[in-house]
């Protein structure tokens, strides 16, 4: 058997990519006692699942297209998520101004966020509404010219990329071997049967057979036409767009929740540390998920959007840190406007066996994991069990202490990589040796957010982060220049404006 484990035995269960979706079924399976591989072609969570506006939301704006079972569905996982990831998902207040002549006014918005609650069924902190003066005193920045009220909800927020790693995490914890940088290449048969797949390693070159008596597809928006025939061939999928800005520069002091003026779609402002993150643009898209990026009219329309809600902060392009985008998975593609199409998720077995899931959100993988586990279970002919992944907690919590100890062993290890961020040396250790990451991009994008928080996106840095890691990864003097080349290419391909 070789190193990866992945050969030489049968697997009760191979799920092909690493997203939040993957991750998520991985640790299930786990839990559940079957015998589990994933495979992920890059990182975990560098889909995506790497890209999302990182709320764990209801969804109010869901409401309006009258997806009530999505909302009500979204709310509870979020519950669920604050429970067993209190350290990954935490409560967010967000404030909705309202101006005069708004499309969502007053009553509305008042008779939307009281369902929210009582879709909550008590469990969450009740809403507030806001004269215009209560709105100005919350975030003093907003244009006051025609505001009218506002409101104050609640919801909630996360890390998209650590919540991923933890579940990848988790569902190693539980016994199920999980592969990054390991692409499926071909779908194994017999007698016209899936039965596992071939998948190639990304650093070794090497390849392997995974056999497996059932495959769930969890590859998102990648077009996997050639891996699984039409049931694998992505639809067009529906853009998102996000930019960063210095927070003191648009000067909000939370979440605000706002219509453009654009086109009277429902936009964010989110609170990232220092920095404020605007998001998020919705069009049909024909880009490659590998090479997605922001344009031009992307940034424009967010920054317009921001700078008609913050007027004196006069955004420009030259506020933007970074800009990137990503790809919704969406069960269906209707026609017309993209943000109306639903955001529910679909599982569908073809002839061959494979379970095949798309759609879906962020906010509401546990309960799709459980539904798709609840199949494979059927599918290997076992009796269904209860989903265990709504009571034990996710991993993670114990991260900050790891890094303090390793700043406490090596005092080099607690240098900030850059001033002003909060990520050392440690960060890096800590991500090769506890959180599988093996490349820089693994360790600036994902088990850090540098990369997001740097106007070079980390460039500057990269050679230094390589030494550091260096002597985990085994890497010699060439292979470091080698991945660093590697980063700067995905940086530039992730974060250009074009
Ligand atoms: C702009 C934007 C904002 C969003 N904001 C939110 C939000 O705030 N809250 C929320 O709840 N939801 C949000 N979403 C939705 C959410 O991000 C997605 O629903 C979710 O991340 C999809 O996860 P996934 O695992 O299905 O797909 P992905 O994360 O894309 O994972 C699929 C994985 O499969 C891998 N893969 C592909 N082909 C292969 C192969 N042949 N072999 C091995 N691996 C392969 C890919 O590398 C990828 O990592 C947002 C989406 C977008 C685009």
Same mark, same amino acid.
């Given at each position: 058997m070789r190193m990866t484990g992945l050969s030489g035995q049968d697997f009760d269960l191979l799920v092909i990519g690493g997203g939040i979706t993957g991750c998520g079924v991985a640790r299930d399976a786990a839990m559940r006692g079957l015998k589990v591989a994933l495979v992920e072609r890059d990182d975990f969570a560098s889909g995506t699942s790497g890209r999302s506006s990182r709320l764990v939301h209801g969804g109010i704006r869901y409401l309006e297209h009258g997806q009530l079972h999505l909302v009500y569905e979204s709310i509870r996982e979020r519950q669920t998520l604050l429970r067993i990831a209190p350290h990954l998902v935490k409560p967010l207040a967000f404030t909705w101004p309202i101006y005069r002549g708004a499309r969502v006014g007053r009553v509305r918005l008042s008779a939307g966020l009281l369902a929210?609650?009582?879709?909550?069924?008590?469990?969450?902190?009740?809403?507030?509404?806001?004269?215009?003066? @209560?709105?100005?005193?919350?975030?003093?920045?907003?244009?006051?010219?025609?505001? %009218?009220?506002?409101?104050?909800?609640?919801?909630?927020?996360?890390?998209?990329?650590?919540?991923?790693?933890?579940?990848?995490?988790?569902?190693?914890?539980?016994?199920?071997?999980?592969?990054?940088?390991?692409?499926?290449?071909? &779908?194994?048969?017999?007698? @016209?049967?899936?039965?596992?797949?071939?998948?190639?390693?990304?650093?070794?070159? @090497?390849?392997?057979?995974?056999?497996?008596?059932?495959?769930? $597809?969890?590859?998102?928006?990648?077009? $996997?036409?050639?891996?699984? $025939?039409?049931?694998?061939?992505?639809?067009?999928?529906?853009?998102?767009?996000? &930019?960063?800005?210095?927070?003191?520069?648009?000067? $909000?002091?939370?979440?605000?929740?706002?219509?453009?003026?654009?086109?009277?779609?429902?936009?964010?402002?989110?609170?990232?540390?220092?920095?404020?993150?605007?998001?998020?643009?919705?069009?049909? %898209?024909?880009?490659?998920?590998?090479?997605?990026?922001?344009?031009?009219?992307?940034?424009?329309?967010?920054?317009?959007?921001?700078?008609?809600?913050?007027?004196?902060?006069?955004?420009?392009?030259?506020?933007?840190?970074?800009?990137?985008?990503? &790809?919704?998975?969406?069960?269906?593609?209707?026609?017309?406007?993209?943000?109306?199409?639903?955001?529910?998720?679909?599982?569908? %077995?073809?002839?061959?066996?494979?379970?095949?899931?798309?759609?879906?959100?962020?906010?509401?993988?546990?309960?799709?994991?459980?539904?798709?586990?609840?199949?494979?279970?059927?599918?290997?002919?076992?009796?269904? @069990?209860r989903s265990p992944t709504d009571s034990v907690v996710l991993p993670g919590a114990e991260r900050a202490n790891g890094i303090a100890r390793l700043q406490r062993d090596d005092a080099r290890l607690s240098e900030l990589l850059v001033p002003g961020l909060p990520y050392t040396g440690a960060h890096l250790v800590y991500g090769v040796s506890e959180e599988m990451a093996k490349s820089l991009s693994d360790l600036l994008i994902r088990r850090t957010h540098l990369a997001f928080e740097t106007r070079d996106h980390g460039v500057g840095i990269a050679a230094r982060a390589a030494d550091i890691v260096a002597p985990l990864l085994g890497w010699d003097d060439q292979t470091k220049s080698a991945r660093v080349r590697e980063f700067s290419q995905d940086v530039e391909r992730m974060f250009a404006i074009s």
């Open positions: 929210y609650y009582l879709m909550a069924g008590g469990r969450s902190r009740r809403h507030s509404n806001l004269n215009s003066r @209560e709105t100005l005193e919350r975030e003093p920045s907003l244009e006051s010219t025609g505001l %009218t009220g506002g409101a104050v909800y609640y919801d909630a927020s996360t890390d998209d990329a650590r919540l991923t790693i933890a579940n990848a995490l988790a569902a190693r914890h539980d016994g199920a071997i999980v592969a990054s940088h390991t692409l499926a290449t071909g &779908i194994l048969h017999s007698r @016209e049967k899936a039965v596992g797949a071939t998948v190639s390693h990304r650093y070794s070159g @090497e390849t392997d057979e995974v056999r497996s008596r059932v495959i769930v $597809n969890a590859t998102g928006v990648w077009d $996997n036409g050639l891996l699984f $025939n039409k049931a694998g061939r992505r639809d067009r999928g529906s853009k998102g767009a996000h &930019i960063s800005v210095p927070r003191e520069r648009i000067g $909000n002091r939370d979440a605000l929740t706002l219509i453009s003026p654009i086109d009277g779609r429902v936009m964010f402002c989110l609170p990232a540390g220092t920095q404020t993150i605007v998001g998020t643009t919705d069009n049909w %898209t024909d880009e490659s998920p590998e090479a997605v990026h922001a344009s031009v009219a992307d940034v424009d329309y967010l920054l317009r959007s921001a700078n008609s809600y913050f007027p004196r902060a006069e955004l420009t392009r030259a506020d933007i840190v970074s800009a990137w985008a990503g &790809i919704r998975p969406l069960a269906s593609a209707p026609e017309g406007n993209p943000s109306a199409a639903s955001r529910e998720h679909s599982i569908v %077995t073809d002839n061959s066996g494979v379970i095949h899931i798309t759609g879906g959100k962020l906010t509401t993988y546990r309960s799709m994991a459980a539904e798709i586990v609840d199949r494979v279970q059927e599918a290997l002919g076992r009796k269904r @069990e």
